[in-house]
């Protein structure tokens, strides 16, 4: 509309679209972002708010205000937010100061990132995770107010693990972070006592059904599948070829580094969990993926990481869903029923496991290619080996046989 085009941020949009250009974005997505912006500044005109007053949790309510256009653009109170930000950096608005109780509880949660980083070994991806739950853990015990970590008691850990719990199915890692955040306030001695011991351990049905995989020929027509996709069909079946035949997990699919394939030796360096790092060979048929996502589909990205974003500016993933995604939209396409509605990418690496078990490999052989650190963690994929289970079965007592 007309009166779009003299709202209070008109005058910093021309920057905002030199610093999307900077990154990679294209005219046209830099174009969509000006026209969702527009509409973002006359809600803040209407509702009297000057881009020098606008702040992060300001523009996320503003630009709830203005409706998504369709699926798949983006949110607009998620690039109210990012301008808010563009507006700080360019010192239209000025940081607000923290209050006495932020400042101690911003010390607090980056004291307690060094410890994770320094002391526990957490990854860069689990690390989030844990000063997440941590500030929550704060949120719940005192609120806007002040820290006093003295008064913390059993009762406290106890409740905030029913409020955090509410609605999810399994919490081995929400007990996890807890418990490492209250380990860490009794070894700094902001506590008198371990309370990461009233933290109680939470139950896990081992055993309670097959690991979840798909046939060889299903894991041969869902590559099929996405290696036809006009659009980025390249990308998706390097990353899901990878996992169907060396095994890698999500988390480690989207960490290879353009450094970590050795092409003379024909080996690639896998970032495994706990900072741990193997070298698995590359046979030609990974190869040839790799290489042709790479000519045809990585675009100017400027960053190291194998596997970017297809859209500019081409970044790194945050987190392995884009993977989650990619499955299920080929096990849809390709008709196959998942034994559970949750898709997860463990799924090609449980299938290439009961693969290894069908065709009569051991399981410190399958615990090998799966680079388990523990046998416990191949275990699993014993119930698979019908033929040697049965060897250990007892007869079936029959009617007049010994008792």
Not at 167 to 182: C, D, I, K, M, P
Not at 276 to 282: G, K, N, T, Y
Not at 348 to 372: F, I, K, P, W
């Amino acid at each position: 509309m007309p009166e779009y085009l003299h709202t209070c941020i008109e005058r910093y949009l021309d920057s905002f679209a030199q610093s999307l250009a900077a990154e990679n974005y294209t005219t046209g997505t830099i174009k969509t972002y000006r026209s969702i912006l527009r509409k973002v500044g006359h809600v803040m005109d209407v509702d009297g708010i000057s881009p020098s007053a606008l702040t992060l949790d300001m523009a996320e309510q503003v630009g709830r205000k203005v409706p998504r256009k369709m699926v798949g653009t983006v949110w607009p109170h998620r690039l109210a937010r990012r301008f808010a930000q563009h507006l700080l950096d360019i010192g239209v608005r000025q940081p607000v100061p923290l209050t006495e109780a932020q400042q101690a509880r911003v010390t607090l949660l980056t004291d307690f990132e060094t410890y994770l980083v320094k002391h526990r070994g957490l990854s860069s991806r689990s690390i989030p995770h844990a000063v997440g739950f941590a500030h929550r853990f704060l949120d719940h015990r005192f609120r806007d107010g002040p820290i006093d970590l003295g008064r913390l008691r059993p009762a406290d850990a106890l409740s905030f693990m029913e409020h955090a719990l509410t609605g999810r199915r399994h919490g081995q890692a929400v007990a996890t972070h807890v418990r490492n955040f209250l380990q860490y306030l009794f070894g700094c001695g902001a506590t008198a006592t371990n309370l990461a011991l009233s933290v109680p351990k939470m139950a896990r049905r081992w055993g309670a059904r097959l690991p979840r995989h798909l046939s060889p020929e299903g894991v041969e027509a869902v590559l099929a599948c996405v290696r036809n996709n006009p659009r980025h069909g390249a990308r998706d079946y390097a990353m899901l070829l990878i996992m169907a035949r060396l095994g890698l997990r999500a988390a480690e699919v989207i960490a290879i580094q353009l450094d970590d394939i050795d092409w003379r030796a024909g080996e690639l360096l896998v970032r495994g969990k706990g900072k741990l790092h193997d070298r698995l060979p590359i046979s030609s048929e990974l190869g040839e993926a790799l290489s042709r996502y790479l000519r045809e589909e990585r675009g100017p990205a400027s960053c190291r990481t194998m596997f970017v974003t297809h859209r500019a500016p081409h970044r790194p993933f945050k987190d392995g869903q884009i993977i989650n995604a990619v499955l299920k939209d080929a096990l849809k396409a390709t008709g196959q029923q998942p034994v559970t509605p949750y898709v997860g990418s463990h799924l090609l690496r449980h299938s290439l496991a009961t693969q290894l078990v069908n065709s009569g490999a051991s399981l410190d052989e399958v615990g090998d290619v799966l680079r388990h650190r523990s046998r416990s963690s191949t275990m699993i994929y014993a119930r698979l080996d019908i033929d040697g289970l049965r060897s250990l079965a007892m007869p079936w007592p029959v009617v007049g046989g010994a008792q």
